[in-house]
């Protein structure tokens, strides 16, 4: 049964397809006996999902073939920390690397899926070589990073499948307001908290040099945020506390003329919380001095510079765009399978196994989790919590289908509650949504929970060590 | 005569002076009592030796403001490690900004000095103001990073001393072959440590792509090194390191196509060390499978590929080039100071004052120091341990001024030996020209002095602790 799958779809694709099982044969080469009884799982994406399947799958009994364009895991809530010196950037990634040559991992996108075939056309996501013309990339190169990424190497190559986990994430979402993508950062990476990191140092050098005016140097210390979601608040709060202690200790007068603001569409920040605990942190941002501009809409940016409806122009030295997922272009890609409507991410049953456009029925050897997917019969939020959540479920199935055990039990949700860091070493943390509790806690409590309960996350031991002697 | 000379300058300088003025003196308003009667130190340069001479410098007597284009302090010996990520790059900088707001700083090079008026012409080392037109980089920006700089905003500005110390170092020598700039990289700099750190990973993910031929793997996993100095060697030894620990456990079958190459004109490698010590060090590269290319001319660099002499088209992932010192652009533009034929540099006295061309007469208010320096009667070579015990003979000189001491003790080197990190965990240790010991150790005693050397050197407590973490 499995030898005809792979000779099936062996025969259906092109000759380099052929090197392609060459070349991954190589390096697998001292277990090609074991080998031969293994299926081969892909993973697409090395997020929440997809690291978190890499690491507890049994590789003893899988084939596992990582896909990931950046090669790492971004340990997201830490990366508001990154972004402003807190910690270390090695303490938020860990490389999927890790795991080879135990697995295979190419540093790779997936730019579409045959499910028939059971076939996946790949780009090697690392730089064209020295021989290959750069193919134009997907979005353009810009200032800010953005959603950018390198060209690829031009020649392309495909990966077959027995089971496939589809977790390749969410992009940013920019609602089409122009200028965003090249003039905005997002803080979805750890390459974009290097960013941020350096812009911010930047802004207080340029502000410091002897040639600028007031005016000038307000302007390049007037650091906005768009989006009151979780991870905007948690920079505006991190910002703040960098402002107040290594920024005011070192530029002095310059601290001074420094302003953060944050601005959303919405009525509030923080919509998915608790009012009671949103309000807290709205307060709590008031009395820092940070500037929360609600019922706000930024109509287009530009370099240095943003147009508000409520306010005209608003001059930043940094903005940071913050406000939700779009689809990712390798779900857009999709067309035989059903999706979501409002959000166009992957449908799936309470198995997590995506489903057909035509006669809805469940993909058995394709699952998707995270936030490129979406329960048919229950909505649940884009959290890494979630997506971890269906990761572990993902790694049991796995695991007992290897052994030939029956897996059908749906998958479950529990609630854990929502934490954030609201600044001055205070957090909110909302557990009202969560099972058999109705605990809501603020202030120094809620920090030492956020704390906690993000070190003893998947943070491997070396970080865990490492991690506090950044503090 | 303080008062003097203070106005002398100030009235001769253009009107943009003045607003540099006003803008300097903003942040040290708090004590402009006290700054009155301090007279101005300039330091020009934040390496071996301009950042002790900062560190050092009594900064209750004397109004320092330190120019440095890059803001920060490289602890140039962990920069190897640094590139092959044994160490943290922040291990290896310490920011100028440590010592404000107690000195100014400024992220900006000098174009020019004029010595008559006691003035120098600025320019900012930051990016261009989005109100401002980029003006023409002093070197092209290259992919490899290179020698280039940010363009400087444009608007460049006025800075007068009373006392000046010259310690902007060299830049890297290329001999004027095709395409180094461009195409390989040097490892003066923290950032190039990170690119060279990056482009390592790099060629492995690219060689790993399923779709590349075996020969296009090996020639991107040819590692050259031109320049068989200290930085060049020790290089080479941290990458053999790295090869065969990270690198074979997690990219196994890629591990044994990788290859090192030394190349030197010379005949031999580590021309400045002991004979004894540079064979040692010769067999030892040659028992770990680098080769040696001595007595081998580069001739041309293209991406990816270089032309040797005696070899012909070599192919390469990664190019490092250490071939020694250039002039700084700075010590190029000054006509009116007494220079060293051989290098270029400026001839200093033995109290390290600068000499007029005309008349032969040291300047009392302006000293030279590290690689752009050298003294008339006394040729040292161009090393941190020199450049650091002259600024350390300044911050003397200096603080002696400041009380109204005579001091024109001249200059005495003591050479305390070299040392160089050669893999494996052994190093050379040559103390043959060091005072009244004749030692020479090599192996594992040479390489405990050599790490305990540098840890008990110039770096911090913050980074005195760190670095053992992570070992």
């Not at 730089?127 to 690829?152: D, Q, W």
């Not at 974009?192 to 307000?218: G, H, K, M, W, Y």
Request: charged residues 20%; aromatic residues 10%.
């Amino acid at each position: 049964m499995l030898r005809v799958n792979y000779f099936a779809s062996v025969c259906s694709i092109s000759l380099r397809a052929s090197r392609v099982a060459e070349a991954t044969a190589r390096p697998r080469g001292f277990s090609s006996s074991v080998a031969r009884n293994k299926q081969s799982l892909v993973i697409l994406g090395s997020g929440w999902g997809g690291y978190e399947v890499l690491r507890g799958v049994d590789k003893k009994r899988w084939d596992v073939t990582m896909l990931s364009a950046s090669g790492y895991f971004n340990f997201t809530p830490l990366l508001a920390g990154c972004a402003v010196g807190t910690l270390e950037f090695r303490c938020a990634v860990e490389p999927v690397r890790r795991y080879t040559p135990q697995v295979t991992a190419y540093q790779a996108w997936c730019d579409s899926i045959d499910f028939k075939q059971k076939t996946l056309q790949c780009m090697p996501a690392t730089p064209p070589l020295t021989f290959e013309k750069a193919v134009a990339p997907i979005e353009e190169i810009t200032p800010t990073g953005g959603l950018s990424h390198f060209a690829g190497t031009g020649t392309g190559f495909t990966q077959r499948y027995d089971k496939l986990v589809i977790a390749v994430g969410a992009y940013a979402q920019t609602f089409n307001v122009p200028g965003v993508k090249a003039h905005a950062h997002f803080l979805k990476d750890v390459r974009d908290a290097r960013r941020i990191r350096t812009r911010i140092l930047e802004c207080f050098e340029q502000a410091n040099q002897p040639t600028l005016s007031d005016v000038e140097r307000r302007n390049l210390l007037n650091f906005c945020i768009v989006g009151g979601g979780p991870t905007g608040v948690e920079f505006a709060a991190e910002l703040h506390d960098l402002l107040h202690s290594d920024i005011r200790r070192h530029y002095p007068s310059l601290a001074a003329m420094a302003k953060i603001n944050l601005y959303d569409v919405a009525p509030n920040i923080l919509g998915t919380f608790d009012r009671s605990l949103a309000s807290y942190a709205e307060q709590s941002f008031r009395r820092d001095g940070i500037s929360i501009r609600t019922n706000h809409h930024v109509e287009k940016v530009e370099k240095g510079k943003m147009f508000v409806k409520e306010q005209g122009e608003v001059a930043f030295g940094l903005l940071v765009w913050s406000t939700g997922l779009a689809p990712n272009p390798l779900i857009t890609s999709i067309s035989q399978l059903a999706k979501d409507e409002k959000t166009s991410s992957l449908l799936t049953d309470d198995n997590l196994n995506v489903i057909t456009k035509d006669g809805g029925m469940p993909d058995p050897d394709v699952w998707a989790i995270g936030d490129a997917a979406v329960m048919q019969d229950q909505r649940l939020p884009a959290t890494a919590q979630v997506a971890n959540q269906k990761a572990k479920y993902i790694v049991k199935k796995l695991n007992k289908i290897a052994k030939g055990q029956n897996s059908t039990k749906p998958f479950e949700f529990h609630n854990q509650g929502s934490l954030a860091y609201v600044g001055d070493w205070k957090a909110i943390y909302d557990r009202s949504g969560a099972e058999n509790v109705k605990t809501k806690e603020s202030g120094r409590l809620a920090w030492l929970l956020w704390r906690s309960a993000y070190f003893t996350q998947t943070l491997s031991l070396r970080n865990k060590i490492l991690v506090p002697t950044y503090w």
